[in-house]
């Protein structure tokens, strides 16, 4: 194995980067989505709520993030959130000539992610669909019951674009801070090994708190990959269109939370550190 290693090594940082962060991205997507696919087709599937609730996609997406961060985290840092890779950008923690490979990594390990979901659960939501379709009606391919596995949407047509733009921006920023408090060496010294534990946990508690209005994406590469991949896949331009054309907020919004996490975090705690002599 060492003399297939010593072939196959790659030296160059951009591609090094790039596959940590296709992988763990990738990793992210089809673990959290894959929790949100077992809650939502696991009734129709066994017929029974043994698939649980809402706390399974918390500590999925939570996990699943995790997961991702041990993939990643030597290697690239373990962004995998083109948010994350902005504000750490602002904070200069990243080099701008890495930031379209991370962002380009990011945005194609989650449709991957989807792709690979979406074949390994064909048979699921054909049966889901089935099962929520009228009866009298024949089946016409995939319809927006089973969109959000992929993708987010508000939960209420009432909830205004304000609020829905707020949660994004607040959400994205609170998980930069928790990745910034967590990394900090100069705060709590983090022992190195819990760090991708208690930023997945950190995930987990945002979307505990705040996922009521629209599933608390607040990763524009986890929530738009995906959804185009819908849109190619047979769910129709209903995913786009949704909610006065909703997916520009989970798109662009954690651009502006992820810096303001950021800077947020700076201005309050790590600029105050004491200098290393």
Sequence with gaps: MDRVRDK???DNDFVKNFLAEFLGTFALVVFGDGAVAQVVLGSAVKD???FGGFLNICFGYGFALMIGILISGGV??????PAVTSAMLLLGKINPIQVP????????GAFVAALVLWGVY???LYIYEMSVLPAGTNYNGYTMATAGIFASYPMNAKITTSCLAMDQILGTALL???ILAVTDE???KVPGGLVPLLIGLGLCAIHISFGLNAGAAINPARDFAPRLMTLMGGWGNDTFKMKDYWFWIP????FIGGPLGGLIYYLGVEAHHPEKI
């Design 8 to 10: 196959i090594r790659i």
């Design 48 to 50: 029974a709520q043994f």
């Design 76 to 81: 690239s840092g373990g962004h995998l959130n």
């Design 101 to 108: 490979v991370y962002f380009i990594a990011q945005f194609l």
């Design 122 to 124: 064909a048979d699921a």
């Design 176 to 178: 930069v801070i928790i």
């Design 186 to 188: 100069n705060n709590m």
């Design 251 to 254: 798109t662009f919004m954690p």
